[in-house]
């Protein structure tokens, strides 16, 4: 069911992949561990209009919805007048 919505356009997923500033290293220390994922991404762009973020993680990526228990926002306007996840 959510693939579907997925490929309808009906659904906005956002990669959320950054754990620190001034770094592009991809492996952090988020984690990917019998279907879940535990950890803290940082500098999502437009977290605050997302259904969905796809999340980078050791042992793989994982679609995690944005009302999944657990998941928690902290969203900062940007200077251009859009938002980010802190």
């Known amino acids: 069911a959510e693939l579907g919505?997925?490929?309808a356009g009906d659904a906005i997923v956002i990669p959320a992949w950054q754990e620190q500033a001034n770094s592009l290293?991809?492996?952090g220390g988020t984690v990917l561990r019998d279907g879940r994922v535990s950890g803290h991404k940082r500098f999502v762009p437009m977290a605050a209009g997302a259904d969905?973020?796809?999340v980078s993680a050791g042992g793989g990526l994982a679609l995690v919805k944005?009302?999944?228990?657990?998941v928690t926002l902290a969203i900062d306007r940007t200077q251009d007048?859009?938002?980010l996840e802190e």
Request: aromatic share 6%; hydrophobic share 45%.
């Open 66 to 70: 944005r009302d999944a228990p657990g």
């Open 52 to 54: 969905a973020f796809l």
């Open 5 to 7: 919505r997925l490929l």
């Open 25 to 27: 290293a991809l492996d």
């Open 81 to 83: 007048g859009g938002h």
